[in-house]
């Protein structure tokens, strides 16, 4: 068992470019399931495959268990990995594939089919399947193939690069939920990569959003969603994304939509403090509330989305003319054209700073 | 498929009409590129045909024009090609299987520097390696000869079993390469996670996925070394010389030849057509790959 440190690492991968992966400094805990996610580009690739061992690293270090692996052999790091393809052998059977690990570890024979029959076990491949070649298997079971490959070694370290981004949208639900039982169950340290943020909040222990080779924030999903630390983290987290604004500041508050929302104190001073007229205002999607009569924030249905359980209004703030999105019971969501007006919580404003992007205390 | 509703109008034919019609005009088309398949087919296969019907006719009807379609078949020639090709084909088969041999063993390594983990420079050697088939063989036989003189290796078969590997290397290494490439990066990293090293990841995880790309480029060897007759003729007498020799032997300085050489050539078109023959499947797997993802 064994945690997992990033230690200041960095990578360049030409000289004078800016680096895919920016001095991170992470603390994956023992048994702990973490989710790197963001979007393309953003280096949490990049990071999995340095503790792989599979990128050099170009600067700080990275450690499992409190030893520092950065110049050790992958194959010694006692980590196993799910590619995104797979990446199984085609030649091989499925219980070849699985077994090839402990093979070139020179785990005796018996031992070798005793824990790839026990991985299949876990995994739900029965034994006729052991014996076919990944050819001859549906993305479904090849994943599972993979996760297999993956299990039988009993490392101290899982890595699981998009392990789900090939399979269809129901069976990527499905797998998703068995992925995370299955690591709770087994307790063995998991680093998962996704630009997924359904999947990096359904999964993950801890997620750690990544942007520019920089790591925005690393906590519980719950933390993530309600205290974002800045503008990127609140516009990525959350489905259908937080609507951002900038609007300009007035005496108690800010203005949108011809009304005044009033701003906590706390955010007020803080936005005084930075000598700033305007700030971003971030709100969800869900805490714009259809009022009954009139509220004080009114605009036009521009679009309905049916979700079932919910539906999505896109409106048309009155006065600004920029469109926001609100969550609102699905029975009977008002008609496109009509006339809406919302009430907004004080509590659940966002602002972030329109420059740095960061939040301004609240 | 599209269903598309009639609408009653009189104007419009009734759908099962139109789907008829371009049923049968794709049937039109696909008969049409068949026949043209066919007529290109044979049109490649007349001149072999011919070959092997003028190996069966006596030697005097062999030469007649218009040509005879019917004839009494004979196998005299064939006796006469089997009691003299003895050591021809002999030496035609060391030097083609050896040769291919020392490719294939040469050319793999030397992909997977050029491919997998590409050394520094490989685009200039892998320029290198083709450059040295745009210099005529022609130009190179004065040279050649002065070499394998001093090296007392004329009319042997060591020299030919070197010159054909030198000759068909620089081809195999860019078809090996080729199909090396096609190998999946996240495969190979799997492979060295899993704890293969080097000679593990060639013989367990590439050698699997290249061996149709090989078994054509073995193919490709074996015909082009087969069928060399430049080299053979210029640096072999008698004790190396190939079967492309007893071709030229085949023709006497008079008389009738045609049945006779067209007896030899068939005997010599035999072994590279069974091979290509075994061979067919992975060939078509070998030079089709990576065409379909």
């Given at each position: 068992m064994a945690g997992v440190r990033y230690v200041g690492a960095s990578r360049v991968y030409a000289k004078g470019a800016s680096p895919a992966v920016d001095a991170l400094d992470l603390e994956i805990k023992d048994g702990e399931f973490m989710v790197l996610v963001g979007p393309s580009g953003s280096g949490k690739t990049t990071a999995l495959r340095m503790l792989a061992g599979l990128e050099p690293l170009d600067g700080g270090r990275i450690e499992i268990a409190g030893r520092d692996i950065s110049d050790v052999q992958p194959k010694d790091r006692d980590i196993a990995m799910v590619f995104q393809n797979y990446a199984l052998y085609p030649s091989k059977t499925v219980a070849e594939n699985m077994g090839f690990a402990l093979k070139m570890q020179g785990v005796p024979k018996e031992e070798r089919a005793r824990r790839v029959r026990e991985a299949a076990r876990l995994l739900d491949l029965d034994d006729t399947m052991l014996d076919r070649k990944p050819k001859a298997l549906s993305g479904g079971q090849r994943q599972r193939v993979a996760m297999g490959r993956?299990?039988?070694?009993?490392?101290?370290?899982?890595?699981?690069?998009?392990?789900?981004?090939?399979?269809?949208?129901?069976?990527?639900?499905?797998?998703?939920?068995?992925?995370?039982?299955?690591?709770?169950?087994?307790?063995?340290?998991?680093?998962?990569?996704?630009?997924?943020?359904?999947?990096?909040?359904?999964?993950?222990?801890?997620?750690?959003?990544?942007?520019?080779?920089?790591?925005?924030?690393?906590?519980?999903?719950?933390?993530?969603?309600?205290?974002?630390?800045?503008?990127?983290?609140?516009?990525?987290?959350?489905?259908?994304?937080?609507?951002?604004?900038?609007v300009p500041l007035t005496e108690g508050g800010v203005r949108l939509a011809g009304t005044v929302i009033p701003l906590p104190t706390a955010v007020r001073t803080a936005a005084s403090q930075a000598g700033l007229r305007e700030i971003v205002l971030g709100i969800r999607p869900e805490h714009l509330h259809l009022a009954n009569g009139s509220g004080p924030v009114a605009g036009e249905v521009i679009l309905v989305e049916e979700l079932g359980a919910d539906a999505l209004l896109h409106v048309r703030l009155a006065e600004d003319h920029n469109l926001v999105v609100a969550r609102t019971e699905g029975r009977k969501p008002p008609a496109p054209g009509q006339q809406v007006t919302f009430n907004v919580q004080p509590d659940d404003v966002f602002a972030f700073h329109p420059e740095t992007g960061a939040r301004l205390a609240g | 498929m599209t269903a598309i509703t009639a609408t009653g109008a009189p104007s419009q034919p009734p759908v099962t009409d139109r789907r008829a019609r371009r049923r049968a005009r794709e049937l039109t088309g696909q008969a049409g590129w068949t026949v043209l398949g066919w007529v290109v087919g044979i049109a490649f296969f007349i001149p072999v045909l011919w070959m092997v019907l003028t190996a069966f006719k006596p030697e005097s009807a062999a030469e007649t024009w218009p040509p005879k379609f019917t004839f009494s078949p004979t196998l005299a020639e064939f006796r006469l090609v089997f009691s003299g090709f003895g050591p021809f084909i002999e030496h035609s088969a060391i030097a083609t299987i050896?040769?291919?041999?020392?490719?294939?063993?040469?050319?793999?390594?030397?992909?997977?520097?050029?491919?997998?983990?590409?050394?520094?420079?490989?685009?200039?050697?892998?320029?290198?390696?083709?450059?040295?088939?745009?210099?005529?063989?022609?130009?190179?036989?004065?040279?050649?000869?002065?070499?394998?003189?001093?090296?007392?290796?004329?009319?042997?078969?060591?020299?030919?079993?070197?010159?054909?590997?030198?000759?068909?290397?620089?081809?195999?290494?860019?078809?090996?390469?080729?199909f090396m490439l096609e190998v999946p990066t996240e495969m190979l990293e799997a492979a060295r996670l899993d704890g293969a090293g080097r000679i593990r990841e060639i013989t367990e995880v590439i050698m699997p996925v290249v061996s149709p790309g090989l078994v054509s480029t073995a193919l490709i060897c074996v015909i082009f070394a087969w069928n060399e007759l430049f080299l053979a003729l210029n640096l072999t007498v008698t004790n190396a010389a190939t079967m492309p020799m007893f071709l030229i032997s085949s023709v006497p300085q008079e008389g009738l030849y045609i049945a006779h050489l067209s007896a030899a050539a068939t005997v010599a078109s035999v072994p590279v057509i069974i091979v290509g023959w075994i061979a067919q499947r992975s060939l078509v797997r070998g030079l089709s790959m990576g065409a379909i993802k």
């Open positions: 993956a299990i039988v070694r009993e490392p101290r370290v899982f890595l699981m690069d998009e392990p789900l981004s090939n399979l269809d949208a129901k069976l990527r639900v499905q797998t998703r939920s068995q992925i995370a039982e299955l690591q709770r169950r087994l307790g063995i340290t998991t680093v998962y990569v996704t630009h997924d943020q359904v999947e990096a909040m359904t999964m993950g222990n801890r997620v750690a959003v990544l942007a520019g080779g920089h790591l925005q924030q690393c906590d519980t999903p719950r933390q993530l969603y309600d205290n974002p630390v800045n503008q990127f983290v609140a516009g990525f987290i959350g489905s259908p994304a937080m609507n951002l604004q900038t | 050896g040769s291919t041999v020392l490719v294939i063993v040469l050319a793999l390594p030397a992909a997977y520097a050029l491919s997998i983990h590409p050394v520094k420079g490989w685009r200039d050697s892998l320029f290198f390696f083709i450059s040295t088939k745009m210099l005529p063989v022609v130009a190179a036989i004065g040279p050649l000869y002065v070499i394998a003189l001093k090296a007392h290796l004329l009319d042997s078969i060591w020299l030919l079993i070197i010159l054909y590997a030198a000759m068909n290397l620089p081809l195999a290494i860019w078809m090996i390469r080729s």
